[in-house]
């Protein structure tokens, strides 16, 4: 009888075989690799490349093809000679990240799928396991170490407090759940192709970010400009200092910790970070009293951060483009109020503050060493180029339209990324 336990719940049709299995060990062993450091490696130049663990948990995709990432070379003043030849990767090695601060990245891995004849070694905090069975096909491997029962396994083996390891003592004894080698070819030909769509969503939403960037460089810069209803010119953008098209006024103040968590809705300042305009879904809540001076934002405001741990953040601007009820804004930023949302409208303005010519000159107002701070009252000094009400609306629709496309990709993006969840969770024992 076949053990039930030893199936997965979503099953191509023609296979009924019980799944086999196998401990780490039995599939893999363990090969040398190296503990260079960022600083000995180079994008530029060199004759071997290196897999640091940091681009295992934040950049390549599980199954490594080296013709679609960017690999650091190894600097080419260390000595290559004592790299032994067993530890130069092979198509179908696994590269295992054994240290993590989070439980859901320790023991990340990827498949070696095409190394296109280059030369490339493991680096710093990974191990290599090579295969040694021809149970394991090659490209099973990047989605079965992706599994539940997999994941489980690794974070149970996981030790240590601020940093996470593991050790390959304790990775060669988890348990694999392998199907025959046909089986194997057609869930990895099945799954391939979810990340392909995946992988053609992300560079569509790339490229589409990449254009947005240049057009709103040469929007603001007036290199390209738009027409009126009557297709002649608009008029001339206007040079005016912040100080004198709006007012500023102060986020919360007075508050502890213990006063947030329930209460009256506010902006929070990392909401200002993520995004140009203001997410309502992910405000706040903090007790006010009905009795404290404190102010309420609206329609058309604008929120600056003020402190920020790198020059290039300092002075972020995110616009509330929703009407709200009595909503707070956060320490650590403040609004800023036009005296007139024709003269600065709105949508415009979402663009305006993180437009590169904008941009540029907030950030030489940054103060500070290891945490960067910024003056309002400078801020206001500075200048602006405003266009007439008609053709701001017109840059902004223009903008927005593609903010719209870039985000209904993102949805399709996260869509496919949650059916290749499930389908790893149902796919596999």
């Given at each position: 009888m076949v053990d039930v336990n030893l199936i997965p719940d979503l099953r191509f049709p023609e296979f009924n075989e019980n799944w086999n299995q196998k401990r780490f060990e039995?599939?893999?062993?363990?090969?040398?690799t190296n503990s260079y450091s960022r600083d000995n490696l180079n994008y530029e130049n060199g004759t071997v490349k290196n897999i640091h663990y940091g681009d295992i948990h934040t950049k390549f995709n599980s199954l490594f093809d080296i013709t679609e990432e960017?690999?650091?070379?190894?600097?080419?003043?260390?000595?290559?000679?004592?790299?032994?030849?067993?530890?130069?990767?092979?198509?179908?090695?696994?590269?295992?990240?054994?240290?993590?601060?989070?439980y859901n990245d320790i023991g990340k891995a990827i498949e070696v799928f095409n190394l296109n004849n280059e030369r490339v070694v493991a680096g710093l905090h990974t191990f290599l396991a090579r295969k040694e069975s021809s149970e394991v096909i090659k490209g099973f491997a990047s989605f079965l170490m992706k599994t539940r029962m997999v994941r489980l396994a690794v974070m149970k083996i996981a030790q240590g407090t601020k940093v996470l390891g593991i050790s390959?003592?304790?990775?060669?004894?988890?348990?694999?759940?392998?199907?025959?080698?046909?089986?194997?070819?057609?869930?990895?030909?099945?799954?391939?192709?979810?990340?392909?769509?995946i992988q053609l969503l992300q560079k569509k939403k790339a490229k589409?970010?990449?254009?947005?960037?240049?057009?709103?460089?040469?929007?603001?810069?007036?290199?390209?400009?738009?027409?009126?209803?009557?297709?002649?010119?608009?008029?001339?953008w206007e040079e005016k200092k912040l100080g004198k098209i709006g007012a500023t006024f102060n986020g919360l103040t007075g508050k502890t910790k213990v006063d947030f968590g329930e209460g009256m809705p506010y902006v929070q300042y990392m909401q200002i970070f993520s995004n140009s305009k203001i997410n309502v879904q992910e405000f706040g809540f903090v007790r006010v009293d009905e009795n404290e001076n404190q102010n309420k934002v609206q329609y058309g405001d604008v929120f600056f951060t003020t402190s920020s741990e790198t020059p290039n953040e300092i002075g972020?601007?995110?616009?509330?483009l929703e009407e709200v009820g009595d909503v707070y804004l956060n320490s650590f930023c403040f609004g800023f109020r036009p005296n007139s949302l024709t003269e600065l409208v709105p949508q415009f303005s979402r663009y305006l503050f993180r437009s590169e010519l904008f941009r540029r000159e907030v950030i030489k107002l940054a103060q500070g060493s290891t945490r960067f701070n910024m003056s309002k009252v400078e801020l206001m000094k500075l200048p602006v180029l405003l266009p007439k009400e008609e053709e701001q609306n017109k840059i902004a629709d223009f903008l927005t339209s593609l903010d719209d496309s870039i985000e209904s990709i993102g949805v399709?993006?996260?869509?496919?990324?949650?059916?290749?969840?499930?389908l790893l969770q149902k796919m596999f024992v």
């Open positions: 039995e599939i893999y062993s363990f090969k040398t960017l690999v650091p070379y190894i600097n080419e003043e260390i000595d290559i000679s004592r790299i032994s030849e067993d530890s130069y990767l092979q198509e179908g090695d696994l590269i295992i990240a054994d240290a993590s601060e989070d390959t003592g304790r990775l060669a004894q988890i348990p694999l759940l392998i199907p025959q080698p046909e089986e194997q070819e057609k869930i990895t030909s099945f799954l391939s192709a979810v990340d392909v769509r589409l970010e990449e254009y947005k960037k240049g057009v709103m460089q040469k929007l603001f810069s007036q290199e390209i400009r738009f027409k009126d209803h009557n297709g002649n010119d608009f008029p001339d972020t601007a995110s616009v509330m399709e993006i996260e869509g496919s990324i949650e059916y290749k969840k499930g």
